[in-house]
């Protein structure tokens, strides 16, 4: 590629632009939404939507650039999404039960059967 993105048509170059600013605000939201949820348990929300699919944008505005600069379908990027759109939902999914985990044995936990009836319905 030494060179070779003066080449780019101006089709392909907003295209790529484009996809490359959905996914860096898709991930920029993510992270926003790390900082600005209070729970744990909220927290763990965003960024897994946040990096999935802006991970997704900026993996198809790369292969649209590599595609176009060689003449071919170039694909390679395709790996790399697979592996991240596999791992970061398990990953946060196993943090989420961890933390879960963790509060139950600390009592921290409110579950159905430890809340109080609904005074009004309240059977004597």
Do not use: C
């Not at 484009?18 to 600005?36: F, K």
């Not at 729970?39 to 595609?67: C, D, K, Q, V």
Request: no cysteine.
């Amino acid at each position: 590629m030494n060179g070779h993105i003066e080449t780019l048509p101006g089709w392909a170059a907003i295209l790529i632009a484009v996809l490359l600013i959905i996914g860096a605000s898709l991930t920029l939201l993510g992270n926003i939404g790390l900082i600005r949820f209070r729970s744990f348990y909220e927290r763990l929300h965003a960024p897994t939507l946040g990096a999935s699919w802006g991970t997704a944008s900026i993996i198809l505005s790369s292969m649209l650039m590599f595609s176009v600069l060689n003449g071919r379908l170039i694909i390679h990027e395709i790996i790399i999404g697979i592996f991240l759109l596999v791992t970061t939902p398990v990953t946060m999914m196993l943090l989420g039960r961890a933390a879960l985990r963790r509060d139950r044995s600390r009592g921290l936990v409110i579950t159905n059967e430890s809340r109080d009836p609904d005074p009004d319905t309240k059977q004597p």
